[in-house]
């Protein structure tokens, strides 16, 4: 395992095992907005790409993801969780409840935390777990629309 300072956090994290983990062929949700999101976080702006790529976390396979309608200017937000292998050295962890300025960081259109409670954990990942949760607003990309 190798530390990483990353935004608000210094982090132990094996970037090898974890991108092992997300080339495996993981069970993913295909409803119309999870496949929206999957698509379009291909596009984001390479400093949230960079994000995911120094944790070794493939950004299309989330561990879990939540579509909370559209917003005002359009997009839609998005809630979720993507997991490593790894742990939080230094810095905040957030929870559901303490979701702030203190204990996340935003890029763009995405917010970061580290949760201490992992959820919804594949069996093929290896110990020690590190649970990265967002929320981002995401543009609508794919043809079909859910009203179609």
């Avoid at 909370?68 to 292998?85: C, K, Q, T």
């Avoid at 609508?140 to 009203?147: A, N, Q, T, Y």
Wanted: glycine share 6%.
């Amino acid at each position: 395992m190798k530390q990483i300072r990353l935004l608000n956090w210094l982090i132990e994290v094996d970037v090898g095992k974890t991108k092992e983990f997300y080339e495996k062929d993981i069970e993913l949700c295909h409803c119309l907005y999870c496949e929206n999101y999957m698509e379009a976080v291909k596009y984001v702006a390479p400093s949230i790409i960079e994000v995911f790529t120094t944790l070794g976390i493939n950004p299309s396979k989330p561990s879990h993801l939540s579509e909370f309608g559209e917003l005002e200017d359009g997009l839609g937000l998005y809630i979720g969780s993507y997991h490593l292998v790894g742990r939080l050295v230094e810095g905040e962890f957030c929870t559901d409840s303490e979701w702030n300025d203190t204990n996340t960081a935003g890029i763009n259109n995405f917010t970061f935390g580290f949760k201490k409670e992992v959820s919804l954990v594949h069996d093929e990942l290896q110990q020690p777990i590190l649970q990265l949760d967002f929320e981002a607003c995401i543009p609508w990309v794919l043809s079909e629309k859910p009203d179609d």
